[in-house]
């Protein structure tokens, strides 16, 4: 691994996502550059997500457990999560989702040779049960401003 540092923690909303959750959280922790922390927000799950969480992470000195009191949707969630961080960098994992190891690291490369950059926004692509690509979603690169990035998207 290169010398690349990210002062980056990632904010990990979760609902009713305990089957998923562990998978998710273990992607950002095995990082080729590491997070600084992982904040792990839970929507007010009903399913075994808060028992799970301490079973699996309640001594864990890099991933923090937030439980809303009550559902008030990802968005929020996620603003908590920022909150809570604190950190130079933010990146958003949804509970369901896996990262590649080098996820981090390709972000960190990107702010070290652009350091105009404040916003990346990632690739993603869907695999099946069996590990498989079965959608695989790239779009061009784009340099502009960010809003016409996130219009784009949405639109898209």
């Not at 937030?66 to 969630?77: K, M, T």
Request: overall charge negative.
């Amino acid at each position: 691994m290169n010398a690349l540092r990210l002062n980056v923690a990632v904010i990990i909303p979760t609902y009713n996502r305990a089957c998923f959750l562990r998978e998710a959280i273990e992607s950002a922790l095995s990082q080729s550059v590491p997070p600084i922390g992982v904040y792990v927000v839970d929507d007010a799950s009903t399913d075994d997500t808060p028992q799970l969480m301490e079973k699996w992470y309640g001594a864990h000195p890099s991933v923090h457990y937030i439980r809303l009191p009550e559902n008030s949707g990802p968005a929020y969630a996620r603003m908590v999560g920022v909150k809570a961080a604190q950190t130079e960098w933010i990146a958003f994992l949804d509970s369901d989702d896996v990262w590649l190891p080098d996820h981090l690291e390709k972000a960190a490369q990107i702010i070290a040779e652009n350091p105009h950059v404040r916003f990346i926004y990632a690739q993603r692509g869907h695999i099946n049960k069996n590990f498989e690509f079965i959608i695989e979603h790239i779009n061009d690169k784009w340099q502009c401003h960010s809003l016409k990035v996130i219009l784009n998207v949405s639109l898209a």
